[in-house]
């Protein structure tokens, strides 16, 4: 079992930046591949980026070159530096670990306005 808690959401103008926080407990944070997960209204959750327990990374094509993922394994924290943010970006943003199954955190609320 982990435990996953979103930190870093907000409102922010378009062109601006955020970083997103998820501090996992419960089990050991380096032997999960995490990721970032966002769900906008009406829209079904998708990938935004992962990264492996070696700190191999992939990103979705609407963020390369604008989202960073990143994790601290010294701390149990996984990070995602967001800039040019465009408000297209608006959706809860769900942090995801994944070893055998999935484990979820109950998301932070992205909000871009124009």
């Known amino acids: 079992q982990v435990q996953l808690v979103e930190s870093g959401g907000g409102l922010v103008q378009a062109g601006g930046s955020l970083r997103l926080s998820c501090l996992a407990s419960?089990?050991?944070?380096?032997?999960?591949?995490m990721g970032w997960y966002r769900q906008a209204p009406g829209e079904a959750r998708e990938l935004v980026a992962r990264i492996s327990k070696d700190g191999s990374t992939s990103y979705a094509d609407s963020v390369k070159g604008r989202f960073t993922i990143s994790r601290d394994n010294s701390k149990n924290t996984l990070y995602l530096q967001m800039i040019s943010l465009q408000p297209e970006d608006t959706a809860v943003y769900y942090c995801n670990a994944f070893l055998i199954r999935d484990f979820w955190g109950k998301g932070t609320q992205v909000t871009v306005s124009s």
């Open positions: 419960g089990s050991i944070f380096s032997w999960f591949t």
